[in-house]
């Protein structure tokens, strides 16, 4: 799977694009570690804007991304930043496991189910607004639809976190 990244377009084949984030950690775990594998992690394309990362992009440079953030997807990129730590003991990783659990366990946060919840909403408009700007704006709907395995991932990369 790591020969198969695209480091020009930042991006996967489309083919593996919906199990990147997913299939990367069993992927690394698997191998010994190879430093080109994190470089897979540099926080560039899916930048953070007010906490967790946005799903994927329609085009192959990251003009257009769908920008829903999803409980899955942000939980599995816990546990690869925090082995990304792990692994390098570059702060970096660390720095953005941690960015990345403060989101989940805030935004996606449920108190009335007292689990997570499964996403939030991908508002363009929201999200193309200036940072000053979104401070004044409604932030986008949570979807507090609790999915179990979802929150399974969710616990998984925050224990791994803790455990570094």
Do not use: I
């Not at 941690?98 to 996606?108: D, G, I």
């Not at 704006?137 to 399974?152: E, K, L, M, Q, Y």
């Amino acid at each position: 799977m790591v020969g198969r990244w695209d480091g020009r377009r930042r991006s996967f084949p489309r083919s593996l694009r919906g199990d990147s984030f997913t299939c990367l950690v069993p992927t690394l775990s698997y191998h010994t570690f190879q430093p080109r594998a994190y470089k897979l992690l540099t926080p560039d394309p899916t930048k953070p804007q007010d906490g967790g990362f946005f799903r994927y992009a329609t085009d192959r440079n990251w003009a257009n991304p769908r920008r829903e953030k999803l409980l899955d997807e942000n939980a599995a990129l816990v546990r690869a930043f925090a082995h990304g730590y792990r692994y390098t003991g570059t702060e970096t990783y660390r720095d953005a496991a941690q960015r990345t659990a403060q989101y989940l366990t805030t935004t996606l946060w449920a108190d009335d189910a007292d689990a997570f919840a499964g996403s939030q909403a991908g508002v363009d408009g929201y999200y193309r607004l200036e940072p000053s700007e979104r401070e004044e704006a409604d932030r986008p709907h949570v979807d507090g639809t609790v999915f179990a395995d979802r929150n399974g991932l969710a616990v998984d990369g925050l224990l791994w976190l803790a455990a570094y």
